[in-house]
T-cell receptor, first 109, second 115 residues
Framework: QKEVEQNSGPLSVPEGAIASLNCTYSDRVSQSFFWYRQYSGKSPELIMSIYSNGDKEDGRFTAQLNKASQYVSLLIRDSQPSDSATYLCAVNRDDKIIFGKGTRLHILP | KAGVTQTPRYLIKTRGQQVTLSCSPISGHRSVSWYQQTPGQGLQFLFEYFSETQRNKGNFPGRFSGRQFSNSRSEMNVSTLELGDSALYLC??????????????FGEGSRLTVL
């Protein structure tokens, strides 16, 4: 089992709808979880971090964490064409930040 | 505030050669992490340096090495290049250990092509 798994996509979502991105991780001892966004040809940038079970909201973004199920998700409300990018889930494991391969999100105008 | 600066941005090498990549972190940041990004494997952790010490290392062969200087600038070296080393090498800085905070600020990367 890969350490951090994401569906590669592409995930196509109509503009204005909710985009739901999912991630599972293998190591139960992981305590810190992150979502990075990477535009094509650009470097990743941190958009959300979450450390406790439940939801964390920041503007149009909501991160959800369920440690019992080893599951992290990112919801993007009112999706905009500018949200089209690859979203990388990252987990702190063994004192390293490990990334999933990312989910490509395409917002349809 | 200047961001993370990586040099060179692009380079082409042949098999068997060696390469050195440089990274200047954001001013005041003490940690530098290096990642290799390829379409097939995604972002893979190479190593992290904090206060001139290697804190952690990923599952890469010994041909991949790095160091950090007293001004926090970091270099990574790849010796005896192989075709499979062709990738985008990303450097990320963080104020303290990136592994602790997860708040990594990435540079634009150095794209290495091995022929």
């Amino acid at each position: 089992q890969k350490e951090v798994e994401q569906n590669s996509g592409p995930l196509s979502v109509p503009e204005g709808a909710i985009a739901s991105l999912n991630c599972t991780y293998s190591d139960r001892v992981s305590q810190s979880f992150f979502w990075y966004r990477q535009y094509s040809g650009k470097s990743p940038e941190l958009i959300m971090s979450i450390y406790s079970n439940g939801d964390k909201e920041d503007g149009r973004f909501t991160a959800q964490l369920n440690k019992a199920s080893q599951y992290v998700s990112l919801l993007i409300r009112d999706s905009q064409p500018s949200d089209s990018a690859t979203y990388l889930c990252a987990v702190n494991r063994d004192d390293k930040i490990i990334f999933g391969k990312g989910t490509r999100l395409h917002i349809l105008p | 505030k200047a961001g993370v600066t990586q040099t060179p941005r692009y380079l082409i090498k042949t098999r068997g050669q060696q390469v050195t990549l440089s990274c200047s972190p954001i001013s005041g940041h003490r940690s530098v992490s290096w990642y290799q990004q390829t379409p097939g494997q995604g972002l893979q952790f190479l190593f992290e340096y904090f206060s001139e010490t290697q804190r952690n290392k990923g599952n890469f062969p010994g041909r991949f090495s790095g160091r950090q200087f007293s001004n926090s600038r970091s270099e990574m070296n790849v010796s005896t290049l192989e075709l499979g080393d062709s990738a985008l090498y990303l450097c990320a800085s963080s104020l303290n250990s990136g592994a602790n905070t997860g708040e990594l600020f990435f540079g634009e990367g150095s794209r290495l092509t091995v022929l």
